[in-house]
Nanobody, 115 residues
Framework: QLYLVQSGGGLVQAGGSLRLSCVMS????????MAWYRQAPGKEREVVAS???????DYVDSVKGRFTISRDLAKGTVFLQMTSLKPEDTAVYYC?????????WGRGTQVTVSA
């Protein structure tokens, strides 16, 4: 059975930082991409950051220069370092891993940024 375990969310003041982690459990076959999504209340889920098997990263414009996606394949972990957080970053954050078989989602972790 394959699943992702997330950690690292919480409450932080504007301007603060948080790091999210997502640990893969099980055997994933030929990982293609690892990504972080978020969903704010009343809004659609959006991709925040992604990293390919070739280590190419991409970010939504609203987080460029503030968020960094990274991974440790030996530990089966993907991270999202978030700095200079803003109230509009408040959302439930999900990690997603895509391998040869399909997509796998974490259960989500709440990030709340107070003004």
């Amino acid at each position: 059975q394959l699943y992702l375990v997330q950690s690292g969310g919480g409450l932080v003041q504007a301007g603060g930082s948080l790091r999210l982690s997502c640990v893969m459990s099980g055997t994933f076959r030929s990982i293609k991409t690892m990504a972080w999504y978020r969903q704010a209340p009343g809004k659609e889920r959006e991709v925040v950051a992604s990293i390919t098997s070739g280590s190419k990263t991409d970010y939504v414009d609203s987080v460029k220069g503030r968020f960094t996606i990274s991974r440790d394949l030996a530990k089966g972990t993907v991270f999202l370092q978030m700095t200079s957080l803003k109230p509009e970053d408040t959302a439930v954050y999900y990690c997603k891993v895509t391998d040869f078989v399909g997509d796998y989602w974490g259960r989500g972790t709440q990030v709340t940024v107070s003004a």
